[in-house]
Structures are given as structure tokens and as C-alpha cells.
């Protein structure tokens, strides 16, 4: 495209959305799509996916079918679209059959090109029918990981969009995601593009983002340390189950913070008002199995703690990037403890996936395993899983505190003697007990005091052989076999340990109380003074106006926006139309109820 229509597609970003440029890979997208070619797009959390094809879809003003795999995404999405004057419908099973058919009349008629559509419905034969009737000019599968067997997240129900190449063969694919790696990448292109789709993979790197793992010895304990150093700001604490979700945030209210818990066991509407409470009100903890986030556009979340471990690298990464999306520091914290690694290969050996796939979701673990013993720089680790290259962040844990690697072939060997004196037979907590010297009742039941590896590590801790044992697996010297009840198993170069013809080197073990130092990003997030009066002013004001209009908080103004206005301070209509995210259909909306409020600072 040249230089002319170049400044158009910028005219067009500051009139519709109020942005002067566009960010990295967004102009690249979308002019692919105006050249009517398909793309693949994986993009880190927070770049901006959304504009990548709502802006075409205005500009082209032909019909835009947009595929979204939840409720509360559709119904945020079309809120901000709407809010920006554009025309948008919406179906789906959470609106009664009259409003459905209300909106898809606005569509079929003309009226509306832009229509949100969860996939099952999309892919009824009824629909595609009358589908077939219209003039298409672009579907979007956002999320579109889902779609692949190969990736976190597949959905079933996805997986029906691979027809829509076949049935509707001259309009645009456009397919996003925040998280896939070549395989999933691979297959996505496939299922949705016979392959020919162009692929744009912008980078995945978040510097703004801490990285941090620590130890799971006394969560909650650690938690409130942590949350001490975060008052009054908003985040999200990640838990496994649906107690342990429920468990926390109870502990966290006793203990004095604002918290709410969300899992898939609460009713629609309490998920729903949770939801909402997030959006809008500051310093609001959110604890939260993995049903909650994909969708959320909170630009100031302020950490993501995983209270458990989550199940794959790539789940790890989509969760973290809820963080920090406004640019400005923010810390991920993963508390990662034996117990949890073994729990989470039990849900793999349990679940209902062909073998193949199984085989995928331990690699994936492993990966995630790797990920947390590493000794190198974590953001390192993390963008080269996804084929990225790049350089030692100096924010992450291992680059502010570089740990130290010591030779612990001798302790190693105590434990793999333990295990093969033992038959393979027993878990991790009976050789810990066996090697400690403890004499517990199994150890007399069995008659393991007599064994020439009970008490050869009583001088270690409980911790420091589990953070060993927890090594050893993922180093591949040990295995957890889920089918003999999870007892941890020698695998091939044990022997060559124990035999003393290899060493084994690994992280020091350090016993820390205290999770004070865990967090680079433990300085303000805004400044103290005029500025930030009038930022949080301007929060409340925006506050004010969501309730009334029934959306959330970022649907009125982003806090980006917020901050610029807070720094431009604008007088005028005009000035008014400088601050980033004002656009013509903002500045005529809100520009009286803000300028009132910007006139007393």
C-alpha cells in the first residue's frame, strides 16, 4: 500500500478508536486483509488484536462475521464497539430468541455489518444457510488456538470452523490468537486456510512484566506477604481447584484485602456481577480458577499470581499477560511445589484425550517444568518455547538475585538408592521419610528402617529433598508412574548417577521465609502530586458514567486514556481530540461531563 493510503488508514484509526498510530503489526494485518488475503495472527495479550479486524471490517464496510468462544467477550467487545457509534449485533445463548432474531434481521437486512456469533451457533445448518444467502466478506475466529487439537484450550466445537474455507471459499479467514507454538500455528493454518493463510507472529515479549517462582511451602502465609507490598491494587491469584479458589479469597477477606472468588461452580449471574466488580472498582482481588480471563481488557492489573501450577507453558503465558496490559510494571508470581506437578500429570493420565495428545500435554508440562527449575533468565526460557530469541530481561527473579548451582550429585545418589532399594514402588513423601531417617508407620509396616538408605539424608530438610526430587523430574532422571498410584521411578541416566560415571548439578536450595524480595516491580505504579489526584478523579468519574450505561468501566475511557488526559489536561474540543483513545464519537459524547471535572485542576 502507499504512502496515501497509509494516512487514510491513520485518519481512520484517530476518528473511529481516537489512536494517532498504530502498534507494532496492527498496520501490517490490516492491510493484508484490505488486500483480501487470509491471516493468521498471534499477537502477545494486549497488542491490540480486536482493532486488527474491526478497523477493516469499517473500513470495507462489507459483512464481518466475528467468532468468539465466550459470552462475556462478545457482550464487552460489542459494548465498546457501540460506544464508539459503530452499528453491532451480537447472538448468542445468553440473550432470549427474540433478541437473537432481532439482531440477525439487523444483520440480514443490511442495516448492521458487524455481527458477533459464538461458534456453535454459527455452525448450525440452519445458519449456514442463510449464511450462504448474504455476501460475507470476512469471518474472524478470535481465540483461534481453540481450534486445534494440538493447542491449550481446543474446543470440539471449534474444531467444526475448519468447514468454512470449504462452504464459503471467496471470503477472508482472519484468525488471532495470544498463544500458539509451530505445531498449533501449523494446524490452525491448515484447518482454516488449506495452509495459505499469511502468517504474522509479532513478538511475545512483555517487558514491563516481572517473572517470578517461588516455592510452595506456606501459601497463604506468603501470599499476604506478597499482597502487603500490592495495596490497593488490582490482581488476579490463580488456584487449581474450585475449593482452593474459594478457600483463599475467604482468607484473604479475614486477613483485611478486597476479594471475590470466580469458578465455573458459581451461578452465571454471581460469575457475571463478579466479573463486573473486577472491571470497575480499584484494588479488587480476584481468585479465580482458569474459567475466569480470557477476555478481560483490564489495562491495570497489577500482579497474576498462580497459587498452583497451571497446565502448560502456553496457559501460563496467556494467563500472565492479563498484567500490566496499560504498559506500565507488573509482576507474575507462580508458587510451584511438588504436590502440584504430580497432581497436574493425574489430571493428563485421567483425562479422556487420545494418547497422542496425552503424549503432547506431558511435553508441554515438562516445558513449564523446565520453565520453573531453570538457572537461566526466565524471560530467556519462556520466548524461546515460542521460537523467540532474546535477551536477559534483568527484571525476572534469576537475573535481580542469580541463584547458584551446586554440585548435589551426592544427594541425588541418596535419593535414587532410596528408590531402587525400594522396588520403584512408593511416592515421593515415603522415600523422603525413608531417606530422612523418620520412623513413621509405613517405614515400620514395610520394614524400611533396615534398608542402607534410611537416615543417609537426615541432615536435610523436607523441602530441600523435594525441591531435589523436583529437579530430578525434570532433568528426565525421574518419572512419576500415575499407574502404580504415583510411586517415582528410575529412568535410564540414573544408573549412570549412582554409578558415579555422571554428576548432577542443580539449583542451590535456599530456605527462604519471606517473599519480600520476590517482587523487581515493588515501586509505585502511579506518582503522588496533582496529576494523580486528577487520574483517580477521572476513574471515579468514569465509574460513574459505566454504572449508568451498564458497561464496563474500560468501555468509557482506558486508563491510558485517563492518563494522558490526567498529563494534557485539555481545555478545549480540540485539545480534547489530542488525548490518545478520543476519537470524533468520545469527544462529542463525553467531552462535557470530563471537561466540568478537568476545569477545577
Excluded at 448474504?134 to 475466529?141: N, R, Y
Excluded at 468447514?163 to 509451530?182: C, E, G, H, N, S
Excluded at 497459587?307 to 502448560?312: E, I, V
Excluded at 541416566?493 to 542451590?508: P, T
Aim: aromatic content about 8%; hydrophobic content about 40%.
Amino acid at each position: 500500500m502507499n504512502h496515501l493510503i497509509n494516512n487514510d488508514l491513520n485518519c481512520k484509526l484517530k476518528n473511529f478508536f481516537g489512536y494517532d498510530s498504530f502498534r507494532p503489526g496492527q498496520l501490517e494485518i490490516i492491510q493484508h486483509l484490505l488486500n483480501g488475503e487470509d491471516v493468521l495472527a498471534v499477537m502477545p495479550t494486549g497488542a491490540g488484536k480486536s482493532l486488527c479486524f474491526q478497523l477493516p471490517a469499517l473500513i470495507q464496510n462489507f459483512k464481518t462475521i466475528i467468532i468468539s468462544p465466550l459470552v462475556a467477550l462478545m457482550n464487552d467487545q460489542t459494548a465498546a464497539l457501540r460506544d464508539l457509534g459503530v452499528e453491532v449485533e451480537l447472538i448468542h445463548s445468553g440473550r432470549d430468541y427474540e433478541e437473537n432474531a432481532q439482531s440477525w434481521r439487523n444483520f440480514a437486512t443490511g442495516d448492521v455489518k458487524i455481527l458477533y456469533m459464538s461458534p456453535e451457533r454459527l455452525m448450525q445448518t440452519r445458519m449456514l444457510a442463510a449464511l450462504d444467502s448474504l455476501d460475507i466478506g470476512m469471518f474472524v475466529v478470535d481465540e483461534a488456538h481453540c481450534i486445534s487439537k494440538w493447542g491449550a484450550g481446543f474446543r470440539p466445537d471449534y474444531e467444526a470452523l475448519s468447514r468454512l474455507r470449504v462452504l464459503f471459499p471467496k471470503t477472508i479467514l482472519a484468525a488471532f490468537t495470544a498463544t500458539a507454538d509451530q505445531a498449533t500455528r501449523v494446524d490452525i493454518n491448515q484447518k482454516l486456510s488449506g495452509g495459505s493463510a499469511r502468517q504474522i507472529l509479532k513478538g511475545f515479549g512483555r517487558d514491563n512484566l516481572s517473572l517470578a517462582i517461588y516455592p510452595k511451602k506456606e501459601l497463604k502465609k506468603n501470599l499476604i506477604e506478597y499482597l502487603n507490598q500490592k495495596v490497593h491494587q488490582s490482581g488476579i491469584v490463580y488456584c487449581l481447584s474450585r475449593n482452593e479458589t474459594d478457600e483463599i479469597a475467604e482468607y484473604l477477606n479475614k486477613e483485611g484485602f478486597n476479594a471475590i472468588s470466580y469458578h465455573a461452580g458459581k451461578t452465571t449471574e454471581y460469575r457475571n456481577s463478579a466479573q463486573d466488580r473486577f472491571m470497575t472498582e480499584d484494588g479488587l482481588i480476584m481468585v479465580a480458577t482458569i474459567a475466569f480471563g480470557m477476555g478481560i481488557d483490564k489495562s491495570d492489573i497489577r500482579f497474576v499470581i498462580h497459587a498452583s501450577l497451571p497446565g502448560s507453558i502456553e496457559a501460563y503465558y496467556q494467563e500472565i499477560g492479563r498484567a500490566g496490559r496499560d504498559g506500565k510494571p507488573a509482576d507474575t508470581v507462580l508458587f510451584f511445589g511438588l504436590s502440584d506437578l504430580i497432581k497436574r500429570q493425574r489430571m493428563i493420565f485421567e483425562g479422556e484425550g487420545a494418547d497422542q495428545f496425552k503424549v503432547l500435554e506431558y511435553k508441554r508440562l515438562e516445558a513449564l517444568t523446565g520453565y520453573c527449575e531453570t538457572v537461566k533468565c526466565r524471560k530467556v526460557v519462556l520466548l524461546s518455547y515460542f521460537d523467540e530469541e532474546s535477551v536477559p530481561c534483568g527484571n525476572c527473579d534469576n537475573c535481580v538475585t542469580p541463584p547458584i548451582v551446586e554440585d548435589h550429585t551426592t544427594q541425588a545418589i541418596i535419593i535414587l538408592s532410596a528408590i531402587k532399594q525400594t522396588g520403584e514402588f512408593f511416592g515421593t513423601s515415603h522415600i523422603i521419610d525413608l531417606v530422612r531417617g523418620s520412623e513413621t508407620a509405613k517405614i515400620k509396616e514395610k520394614g524400611h528402617s533396615n534398608l542402607e538408605s534410611f537416615g543417609k539424608g537426615a541432615r536435610y530438610s523436607k523441602s530441600f529433598f523435594q525441591g531435589l526430587i523436583r529437579q530430578l523430574i525434570s532433568s528426565g532422571i525421574l518419572r512419576v508412574n500415575l499407574e502404580r498410584f504415583g510411586a517415582v521411578q528410575l529412568m535410564q541416566n540414573a544408573d549412570k548417577i549412582v554409578e558415579g560415571r555422571e554428576q548432577f548439578f542443580a539449583r542451590a536450595h535456599v530456605e527462604r521465609s519471606s517473599t519480600k524480595t520476590i517482587s523487581p516491580n515493588t515501586g509505585r505504579v502511579i506518582e503522588e502530586g496533582p496529576e494523580a489526584i486528577l487520574f483517580q478523579s477521572l476513574k471515579a468519574l468514569r465509574l460513574e458514567i459505566a454504572r449508568v450505561k451498564g458497561v464496563p468501566a474500560y468501555v468509557v475511557f482506558s486508563d491510558r486514556t485517563l492518563q494522558d488526559m490526567s498529563v494534557k489536561k485539555p481545555k478545549t474540543k480540540s485539545d480534547f481530540l489530542l488525548v490518545t483513545g478520543v476519537g470524533n464519537k468520545k469527544m462529542s459524547e463525553y467531552y462535557d461531563s470530563f471537561s466540568e471535572l478537568l476545569k477545577l485542576f
